[in-house]
């Protein structure tokens, strides 16, 4: 594949935004001023790029962000930009800035962007893993889902304390669209009487029986964390289905929802998103394109981004025994 000489580097987020994702912005326009690039934010994601949204970043506008939640960049999920006329518009605009390449930090909807803009207009672009579902291949573990998976386990802390309280039985309902690494994490990180992920079917009897022998052992305080995408349900539905067989728990919902998608990030999450940073810039100069950066037993590796969003990562097996030989 030929190299291309680039000088200009468009930078942005996109789809859901997740802590961690300024950390890799910053460490992307560092790199790329280190390099002597000239680096352009993208604002709004591939709906800003469609729209002309396109800043020359300075020094100025990464200094203090690395440590911030969300992303200064901001995000959005672009339908414009899902259709040929919206990609040309998009197209157009980098021309304008005479932009030569493009990093972009976020989930596979968001690299699935950058794969087809690249083979539509051979713009050189790399992905950054960014989203809290964990839920792409190429890396062990995705910018912000570290972080997400303390607050959740944060949170789990405090509803344990009110549950115990009051001999309650707690459905926690944990974000992760179709993917359990939260659920999984936030689990055994937790203590969790079960936990219910969309890759394992536990049948509701199951869980009756298991909730039955915890009784039995008179557990003081029982919390279940569901996956968002469960195929038996969200926790509300579970939640009615176990009342219907175990009147004599007092159950309670919590549903945590966004609260995981904010904050701080985590060390691990600034220290990913900064080696990612700099390896998509280097990646770019080597002339890797269409691939996503991504770490891997504590190495950066390039994946194809057809092979990172397609590769269904699993939930590891052991992380599965693990947390059901812990809530027993
Ligand atoms: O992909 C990140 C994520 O937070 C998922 O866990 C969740 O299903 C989805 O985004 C929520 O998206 P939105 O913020 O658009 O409602």
């Given at each position: 594949m030929?190299?291309?000489?680039?000088?200009?580097?468009g930078?942005?987020?996109?789809?859901?935004?997740?802590?961690g994702?300024n950390?890799?912005?910053?460490?992307?326009?560092?790199a790329?001023f280190?390099y002597?690039?000239?680096?352009?934010g993208i604002?709004?994601?591939?709906?800003?790029?469609?729209?002309?949204?396109?800043?020359?970043?300075?020094?100025?506008?990464?200094?203090?962000?690395?440590?911030?939640?969300?992303?200064?960049?901001?995000?959005?999920?672009?339908?414009e930009f899902?259709?040929?006329?919206?990609r040309?518009k998009?197209?157009?605009?980098?021309?304008?800035?005479r932009?030569?390449?493009?990093v972009?930090?976020?989930g596979d909807?968001?690299?699935?962007g950058?794969?087809l803009?690249?083979?539509?207009?051979?713009i050189?672009?790399?992905?950054?893993?960014?989203?809290?579902?964990?839920?792409?291949?190429?890396?062990?573990m995705?910018?912000?889902?570290?972080?997400?998976?303390?607050?959740?386990?944060?949170?789990?802390?405090?509803?344990?304390?009110?549950?115990?309280?009051?001999?309650?039985?707690f459905?926690?309902?944990v974000?992760?669209r179709?993917?359990?690494?939260i659920?999984?994490?936030?689990?055994?990180?937790?203590a969790?009487?079960?936990?219910?992920?969309?890759?394992?079917?536990?049948?509701?009897?199951?869980?009756?029986?298991?909730?039955?022998?915890?009784?039995?052992a008179?557990?003081?305080?029982?919390?279940?964390?569901?996956?968002?995408?469960g195929?038996s349900?969200?926790?509300?539905?579970?939640?009615d289905?176990i009342?219907?067989?175990?009147?004599?728990?007092?159950?309670?919902?919590?549903?945590?929802?966004?609260?995981?998608?904010?904050?701080?990030?985590?060390?691990?999450?600034?220290?990913?998103?900064?080696?990612?940073g700099?390896a998509?810039v280097e990646?770019?100069?080597a002339?890797?394109?269409d691939?996503?950066?991504?770490?891997?037993?504590n190495?950066?590796?390039?994946?194809?981004?057809?092979?990172?969003?397609?590769?269904d990562?699993?939930?590891?097996?052991?992380?599965?025994r693990i947390?059901?030989i812990l809530?027993t």
């Open positions: 030929e190299i291309k000489t680039i000088k200009r580097i930078v942005l987020t996109s789809g859901g935004d997740a802590p994702m950390a890799a912005i910053r460490a992307t326009v560092r790329g280190y002597n690039l000239e680096m352009y604002y709004r994601g591939y709906e800003g790029m469609i729209h002309n949204e396109i800043k020359k970043l300075e020094s100025k506008h990464i200094s203090h962000v690395l440590e911030r939640g969300g992303t200064f960049l901001k995000s959005a999920r672009s339908q899902r259709t040929p006329e919206g040309k998009a197209y157009e605009n980098l021309q304008k800035h932009i030569d390449a493009l972009v930090i976020g909807g968001s690299l699935t950058a794969h803009f690249y083979k539509e207009f051979g050189p672009a790399i992905g950054i893993p960014g989203t809290i579902d964990n839920d792409l291949a190429g890396t062990d995705t910018v912000g889902f570290d972080t997400a998976c303390n607050t959740a386990i944060e949170a789990i802390d405090k509803i344990r304390d009110t549950a115990t309280s009051h001999d309650r039985l459905f926690v309902e974000m992760g179709d993917a359990g690494f659920a999984i994490n936030a689990g055994i990180g937790s969790a009487a079960a936990t219910l992920i969309p890759e394992k079917k536990m049948p509701i009897e199951r869980l009756v029986e298991r909730l039955q022998a915890r009784k039995k008179m557990k003081q305080s029982n919390i279940v964390i569901v996956a968002e995408g195929k349900g969200g926790a509300s539905e579970i939640a289905k009342k219907k067989q175990l009147p004599y728990y007092d159950i309670k919902v919590t549903i945590l929802g966004h609260l995981q998608r904010g904050g701080a990030p985590s060390s691990l999450d600034r220290v990913l998103a900064s080696k990612l700099v998509a990646g770019l100069l002339g890797k394109y691939v996503m950066a991504g770490v891997i037993n190495k950066v590796v390039y994946t194809p981004i057809t092979k990172a969003i397609v590769d990562k699993e939930v590891d097996e052991d992380d599965f947390a059901k809530s």
